[in-house]
T-cell receptor, first 115, second 112 residues
């Protein structure tokens, strides 16, 4: 019963390149959340998705960032034309539902370094 | 604006000492969760508190949710080096269960 799987664990990109981060939720979980942890800052919510739908993207930067959770396959967080300020740890979490006492299971994260 | 203020940010103590970490907000939360994060890993859930005034114990860790559901505390008794890590509190708003608001974290170091 694997947990939340994220890959790659580490990604290095040069300014202007694209970064694609993948997340496979826990078995039986249909809700996926992406969080970003910047150096010296806490975790910040980015986006909440269910299969084929973006439910809440209020934490996503307006430009260059997009997310999807297709019917088949993992959720993808895509960052176009990366800049140094995008360097951070990106965490995916999944849950069975979105209730108030919801239990989120986090992945180990993908650490993006922009040179 | 930080909606959840966590204190202290850093704590270095000797093995055997007690400590308390605080998480405060002016907002009401439907639930509050405490996580522990090791370097290079994701946060791991320790406990969820839901009811105002609720107290939960996990071995030497005691978690409390404030009566007004705006604040919480984590108390560790007789800390051990294995307790070293980053402790995070996170609040969930009503009908926004998975959209957590995290505190800045408390970096705990327990020296033998």
């Amino acid at each position: 019963n694997a947990g939340v799987m994220q890959n790659p664990r580490h990604l290095v990109r040069r300014r202007g390149q694209e970064a694609r981060l993948r997340c496979s939720p826990m078995k039986g979980h249909s809700h996926v959340y992406w969080y970003r942890q910047l150096p010296e800052e806490g975790l910040k919510f980015m986006v909440y998705l269910q299969k084929e739908n973006i439910i809440d993207e209020s934490g996503m930067p307006k430009e260059r960032f997009s997310a999807e959770f297709p019917k088949e396959g993992p959720s993808i967080l895509r960052i176009q034309q990366v800049v140094r300020g995008d360097s951070a740890a990106y965490f995916c979490a999944s849950s069975k539902d979105n209730s108030g006492a919801n239990v989120l299971t986090f992945g180990a994260g993908s650490r993006l370094t922009v040179l | 604006t930080q909606l959840l203020e966590q204190s202290p940010q850093f704590l270095s103590i000797q093995e055997g000492e007690n400590l308390t970490v605080y998480c405060n907000s002016s907002s009401v939360f439907s639930s509050l969760q405490w996580y522990r994060q090791e370097p290079g890993e994701g946060p791991v859930l320790l406990v969820t508190v839901v009811t105002g005034g609720e107290v939960k114990k996990l071995k030497r860790l005691t978690f409390q949710f404030g009566d007004a559901r705006k604040d919480s505390s984590l108390h560790i008794t007789a800390a051990q080096p294995g307790d070293t890590g980053l402790y995070l509190c996170a609040g969930a708003r009503y009908n926004q269960g998975g959209k957590l608001i995290f505190g800045q974290g408390t970096e705990l170091s327990v020296k033998p």
